[in-house]
């Protein structure tokens, strides 16, 4: 009964470093998503995925990049950390989009500073 | 494109006063419209939705929204607010893609 799994919880990081954010899901959803969250300023989409090996862009994708080689995990990676990366990430999952029942289910998300 | 407009960044509210949470949302085909809830330091959680039908909806933790169509707004409501609704909340309008697109979000503030 894990859901929407996430890791690390917090991390810090130094300008031009690199890292992976771990998202993985046990419900055998087919779409999955990585959102960043700033205060006052909802939550954007980063990257999306509607199944294993097709991945998309979303609102915000400049500095990220993702993979999905299995339905269970949707890496979000990093490769030249910037301050304006730093943020609160969220990875979610659902279903099917056709089924408009579908809701999202959240991690509980990455607390991630760059300095 | 869909847009969602929340009015109020902050709200701050009594212990067992009512409470209404504005959204307003822009979009140019169907809509189906979302409330989510999120506790300090936790993930989003689904509050209730609208897809069709009846426009008042209900939702988890004595929630409601109504859906007016001609002004297009999806305001959230509860008659009597507890401690533990302190949090965020979101409103959020699915394409057709399911990709959500979120407000700003308003802070619930439950004083005694």
């Known amino acids: 009964n894990a859901g929407v799994t996430q890791t690390p919880k917090f991390r810090i990081l130094k300008i031009g470093q690199s890292m992976t954010l771990q998202c993985t899901q046990d419900m055998n959803h087919n779409y999955m998503y990585w959102y960043r969250q700033d205060p006052g300023m909802g939550l954007k989409l980063i990257y999306y995925?509607?199944?294993?090996?097709?991945?998309d862009k979303g609102e915000v994708p400049n500095g990220y990049n993702v993979s999905r080689s299995t339905t269970e995990d949707f890496p979000l990676r990093l490769e030249l950390a910037a301050p304006s990366q730093t943020s609160v990430y969220f990875c979610?999952?659902?279903?099917?989009?056709?089924?408009?029942?579908?809701?999202?289910?959240f991690g509980n998300g990455t607390r991630l500073t760059v300095t | 494109a869909q847009s969602v407009t929340q009015l109020d960044s902050q709200v701050p509210v009594f212990e067992e006063a009512p409470v209404e949470l504005r959204c307003n949302y822009s979009?140019?085909?169907?809509?189906?419209l979302f409330w989510y809830v999120q506790y300090p330091n936790q993930g989003l959680q689904l509050l209730l939705k609208y897809l069709s039908g009846s426009t008042l909806v209900k939702g988890i933790n004595g929630f409601e929204a109504e859906f007016n169509k001609s002004q297009t707004s999806f305001h959230l409501r509860k008659p009597s607010v507890h401690i533990s609704d302190t949090a965020e909340y979101f409103c959020?309008?699915?394409?057709?893609?399911?990709?959500?697109?979120f407000g700003a979000g308003t802070q619930v503030v439950v004083t005694p």
């Open positions: 979610a999952s659902s279903y099917q989009v056709s089924s408009y029942n579908s809701p999202l289910h």
């Open positions: 959020a309008v699915k394409d057709s893609w399911g990709k959500l697109q």
């Open positions: 995925s509607v199944g294993a090996g097709i991945t």
């Open positions: 979009s140019s085909v169907s809509v189906y």
